[in-house]
C-alpha cells in the first residue's frame, strides 16, 4: 500500500485540511498520515480561531513518521509562520524526500489570513526548491508572482515568475477567472492547460486541499507529473459533482463519492 503524509492545519468541520486531506488519501485506497501545523476552530461560515503548533513539536512529529514509515508523497498545505515553514524545510531535506506538492495555502475560502505575511518570502526561499509541484490558486499567484491576474495571459506570467523558485512545475489554479475552470501547469517553460466546465456548485470548501491532496497519491502512484494532475482534477470534478450539501455557508465535497460503501 503507498503512503501520502500531508503536513497542514487542522479543520474540525471536516471539510478543508487535514481532515480533507485523509479523505482524499483513503478515497485513493492509500495509507495516510499526517503532522498538524496548526488547529483551526472554523466550519463552513468561517475560521474563528487559529491555535499554531510549536514547530519543536511538528519536528518531533516529522521525525517519527519518517523514521517509521516513510511516505511515498507528502503534501504541504496550511504553514502558518515562516519558523514552521524553516523547520519543515530542514526535515524533508534531511530526509531526503521527493515527490513534494507544496499547496500555497495563505487565505481561506472564507477569506481569512492563514499564513503570517512574513512566512511568504521564507517559503520562497526554503520550501519552494523542494516542490515537485506548486498549486497557488489566483489569489496567491499574484501575491506571490506580483502579477495582477485578469486573463490567462496573465496566468502565464505569474507561473514563469513563481517558477524562478523552483526546480519543479507550478500549477495555477484558474477558475476564478472565467466560465470555466482552467488551470494551467507551468513547466520547463511548457504550458499545459487543463480546461472543464465550471460546475454550478457553491459548496467548494476544502477543493485546494483536496486537489493538492490526490496530486499527491497520483504520484505516489508513479504517474507523471501530468497524468496526476488530470486524474487529479477528475478526482476533484466527481467530488464536487456529487452535490454534498452540509452547512450553512460553502459546504464541503464528497470525498467517498466514488468509493465503495461497506454494509454491515
Excluded at 491576474?149 to 523552483?166: F, N, P
Aim: net charge negative.
Amino acid at each position: 500500500m503507498k503512503k501520502v503524509l500531508s503536513i497542514a492545519g487542522s479543520d474540525c468541520s471536516g471539510g478543508a485540511g487535514i481532515q480533507a486531506d485523509i479523505k482524499t488519501i483513503c478515497a485513493h485506497n492509500m495509507y495516510a498520515m499526517t503532522a498538524i501545523t496548526a488547529l483551526t476552530a472554523q466550519n463552513t461560515t468561517g475560521v474563528y480561531d487559529i491555535v499554531e503548533v510549536s514547530p519543536e513539536f511538528i519536528a518531533k512529529q516529522l521525525d517519527c513518521i519518517f523514521q517509521d514509515i516513510y511516505p511515498d508523497a507528502v503534501k504541504i498545505g496550511m504553514v502558518p509562520n515562516s519558523e514552521i515553514v524553516c523547520v519543515i524545510s530542514e526535515k524533508l531535506r534531511e530526509y531526503q524526500v521527493k515527490n513534494i506538492v507544496v499547496d500555497t495555502v495563505m487565505v481561506s475560502t472564507s477569506g481569512s489570513r492563514l499564513m503570517q505575511q512574513e512566512a511568504c518570502k521564507v517559503m520562497k526561499e526554503q520550501l519552494f526548491p523542494l516542490g515537485k509541484v506548486l498549486t497557488p490558486n489566483l489569489f496567491e499567484a499574484e501575491v506571490l508572482s506580483g502579477i495582477e491576474i485578469k486573463s490567462q495571459e496573465d496566468m502565464v506570467l505569474a507561473a514563469a515568475e513563481i517558477g524562478k523558485y523552483t526546480q519543479g512545475a507550478v500549477l495555477v489554479k484558474g477558475g476564478h477567472l472565467t466560465q470555466g475552470a482552467d488551470d494551467l501547469l507551468y513547466e520547463n517553460e511548457k504550458e499545459i492547460w487543463y480546461c472543464k466546465e465550471k460546475i454550478e456548485n457553491p459548496n467548494t470548501h476544502g477543493t485546494g486541499c483536496t486537489l493538492s491532496s490526490a496530486i499527491a497519491c497520483n504520484l505516489a502512484k508513479g504517474y507523471s507529473l501530468q497524468e496526476s494532475v488530470k486524474n487529479a482534477k477528475e478526482y476533484l470534478t466527481g467530488a464536487i459533482e456529487a452535490g454534498l450539501d452540509l452547512g450553512k455557508g460553502r459546504g464541503p465535497l464528497n470525498h467517498l463519492y466514488n468509493t465503495v460503501v461497506i454494509k454491515n
